[in-house]
């Protein structure tokens, strides 16, 4: 059963409830059901209560009094267009808000489903939108400086460095997730091979092409792998045998970085990003570049354009003896 309110220690931040004793019970009613039915964790139930508070605190000083059921009833669009200026005001970031609003909907829409209060309002007023943040890649210089970096030293070469070098070639030259090249099975190349299939996000099946110096990275990390490789089983092992790790590769990663004196966004995710606006950049069809990517939707390759649209500009900018 959901924890009393003062359990939750929260009641030096409200001194007084801001609802009336009918409202107090349903909210219990509400966290009680979050919990039970939704197996919602403590600490998720903590975030849902302090978000509601926070509302009914705001309601109660709008109001100018207590609030009961019957105010909660009565509520109209413009009081939640008053409640999100009040969180904008506040200098909330975007998920913030988009968390609070979406709490207090889960609250109203439990009343609703008692027959308590219609949850339109809060339905009817939508939160603001996240920008979608633009993939940062690495240039043509960096990734050039990757590359001779993974070459530098090229006598005795162990196998696991052999390993890296071929996990970071498929996420640069295939364009693929970290996940995507780690679930590679021995079954899916052959020396001859010129292509691979993926199975990536959901179970989506795509084709990409292999470039050559990329299979013979893979190539040369099995001929030196100390540990038999089952046709079937994880192409990348560890140092004890076992399916490679990601985090091995974002430490590769991320000492390539110190060495090289790379940016922080040169991550192997970077890599990926990189592999299309290279390729975007380079006159590629968007729609090639989406099954390449594997991406479900063409406005997710989309983000690319502006990228590339950004890199543009700002070769634009330093070039024009106008600008």
Not at 38 to 54: F, G, N
Not at 117 to 145: F, M, S, V, Y
Not at 250 to 271: C, D, I, N, V, Y
Not at 304 to 311: H, L
Request: hydrophobic share 40%; glycine share 6%.
């Amino acid at each position: 059963m959901v924890k009393d309110f003062e359990t939750y220690n929260l009641t030096n931040q409200y001194d007084i409830l801001p609802m009336a004793l009918g409202l107090k019970a349903h909210w219990q009613q509400w966290l009680y059901n979050l919990q039970s039915e939704r197996q919602l964790s403590i600490k998720t139930l903590e975030a849902y209560q302090s978000d509601s508070l926070q509302y009914f605190c705001f309601q109660r000083d709008y109001l100018g009094k207590i609030i009961d059921i019957e105010d909660v009833i009565a509520l109209k669009p413009r009081d939640v267009r008053a409640y999100l200026s009040y969180l904008r005001e506040k200098g909330l970031a975007v998920r913030s808000v988009n968390r609070k609003l979406s709490c207090c909907r889960s609250f109203f829409r439990f009343l609703s489903k008692q027959g308590l209060a219609d949850a339109g309002a809060w339905e009817a007023i939508k939160g603001p939108k996240r920008a979608a943040p633009l993939p940062k890649a690495i240039d043509h210089g960096e990734a050039k400086t990757i590359s001779l970096g993974l070459e530098a030293e090229q006598n005795n070469v162990d196998w696991v460095e052999l390993r890296d070098r071929a996990v970071l070639s498929l996420l640069y030259g295939c364009g693929l997730r970290i996940s995507e090249a780690l679930s590679l099975t021995l079954s899916v190349i052959t020396p001859e091979s010129d292509q691979l299939r993926i199975v990536g996000k959901g179970k989506k099946m795509r084709i990409v092409p292999l470039l050559p110096v990329v299979r013979d990275g893979i190539f040369a990390y099995i001929a030196s792998c100390p540990w038999p490789l089952d046709p079937q089983g994880a192409l990348f092992l560890g140092e004890k045998g076992s399916a490679l790790s990601p985090r091995i590769i974002q430490r590769k990663m991320q000492f390539l970085r110190g060495a090289l004196g790379l940016e922080e966004h040169s991550t192997p995710h970077a890599l990926r990003h990189s592999f299309a606006s290279h390729l975007l950049a380079n006159g590629i069809d968007l729609r090639v570049l989406q099954d390449l990517l594997g991406h479900e939707s063409l406005s997710t390759t989309q983000i690319y354009t502006k990228v590339d649209n950004e890199r543009l500009m700002k070769a634009y900018e330093k070039a024009h003896p106008r600008s």
